[in-house]
């Protein structure tokens, strides 16, 4: 049976890669773009390596981004994020992907999608996943996005151009509240995992986080080591199903294990400790202000989701949650800004937050970090037409 192929990109963005389409080129029926990002990807795989496809094996690395005209007058693009499950046939639609944000506006510059002129480029992104606008900067050469430069971030080797993200009034992504249930920290019941702290927390995403001493660990254990520690992961699981309904965003525990499994993503918090990356590199706890693992669909991250980092920046300057308790005394100057002790080094972000209105309630202004991005390769990716039922006889369109 022949193959069908369909424009794409293969892009990394921070430290995620993902397959990046162009709107314009994907069939309208939803059914069968999902069995299209399944094929392209290789899932479901049941060795775990999605070796038939483009994706790597872990959450990081099995992506799918679509980005088309605005559908809002704000923005410049509307750019809808999907994570393909592995070892399951499942596209998750239901949160941002902060990593990959940093490669949707050179896209559109690339693409012709935005006009630019001058040395840099300013686009305004529509996520369509939460509704939240995100504005990208970087330079920009010959009219194209750059790529080379000086800047290095944690988890990626070498150096490149820098993209500066602003999510802007971040807060209520998923459930329409920066705090969800009112509260920076809640008790939560989960089942057989039994009763802990947490702090529930929408900001870019829904984060549940949760205190590595009540878990039994430092937080400066390495992913591998976490992930191998079969009734740690299970139980981290339940907590974050629990987390779901108590958001909101599941009516039931079994209900976010399966359509939700990356909404919320969970975080593990501690003070700022000497740790080791997974380059070898020791990081001392001056170097920090706080140390943090995420668990992403089953996994350990090996940096953090980028989201992950802003929804720690802003739960960090909410008075009362656990992320704000373990984070360490920062600078007077920059109250704001937050450096995370992660498996990959320190990562820095920025929040600005206050109490507002007639009740004093929590709100998020904008959460900004820096990011770089490359394109790796675009050209087709080739799916078996036999996988995508519907694909040959839909509206697919031809590369311009």
């Known amino acids: 049976m022949r193959q069908l192929k369909i424009p794409a990109a293969f892009i990394r963005g921070g430290t995620s890669n993902a397959v990046v389409f162009d709107r314009r080129h994907l069939p309208d029926e939803e059914a069968v773009r999902e069995r299209l990002f399944l094929a392209a990807l290789g899932s479901p795989d049941p060795y775990g390596r999605q070796l038939d496809g483009m994706g790597g094996g872990i959450s990081s690395l099995s992506k799918v981004c679509i980005v088309g005209p605005a559908s809002r007058a704000d923005a410049d693009v509307d750019y809808t994020f999907g994570q393909v499950a592995v070892d399951r046939p499942q596209v998750d639609w239901s949160s941002n992907c902060g990593n990959m944000s940093s490669a949707i506006g050179p896209f559109a510059v690339d693409e012709g999608m935005v006009d630019t002129s001058g040395p840099q480029g300013v686009v305004v992104i529509h996520n369509t996943n939460t509704g939240k606008l995100i504005r990208s900067r970087f330079p920009v050469r010959d009219g194209a996005a750059a790529v080379e430069g000086d ?31 009112g509260n920076p920290i809640d008790t939560l019941a989960a089942g057989e995992a039994g009763t802990v702290a947490v702090s529930m927390v929408d900001a870019a995403n829904p984060f549940v986080f949760v205190a ?46 399966t359509r939700f499994p990356s909404a919320p993503k969970i975080g593990i918090v501690a003070p700022p400790r000497p740790a080791q990356t997974l380059s070898g590199e020791r990081i001392e706890a001056a170097a920090g202000d706080l140390t943090a693992r995420m668990v992403s669909m089953s996994n350990v991250h090996r940096a953090l989701p980028l989201t992950g980092v802003l929804g720690l920046a802003v739960a960090a300057a909410i008075e009362g949650t656990l992320v704000e308790r373990a984070a360490g005394p920062r600078s007077a100057d920059q109250p704001g800004r ?9 990562i820095s972000a920025a929040a600005a937050v206050g109490r507002t209105g007639p009740d004093g309630s929590w709100h998020a202004g904008h959460a900004s970090v820096r990011r770089t991005q490359r394109r790796l390769f675009d050209g087709f990716v080739h799916v078996p037409a036999g996988r995508v039922p519907g694909l040959a006889a839909s509206r697919v369109r031809p590369a311009a």
Do not use: K
């Open 212 to 257: 590595a001493g009540d878990l039994g660990i430092t937080a400066t254990e390495m992913p591998a080591v976490l992930d191998d520690r079969n009734a740690l992961m299970e139980r981290l699981e339940r907590i974050r199903a629990a987390a779901a309904v108590a958001m909101g965003i599941a009516a039931t525990p079994d209900e976010a294990s």
């Open 338 to 346: 937050i450096r995370l002790i992660t498996p990959s080094g320190v």
């Open 151 to 181: 800047t290095e971030i944690p988890g990626v080797s070498g150096t490149g151009a820098p993209v500066d993200l602003e999510f802007l009034e971040p807060g209520g992504a998923a459930t329409g509240a920066l705090l969800p249930t």
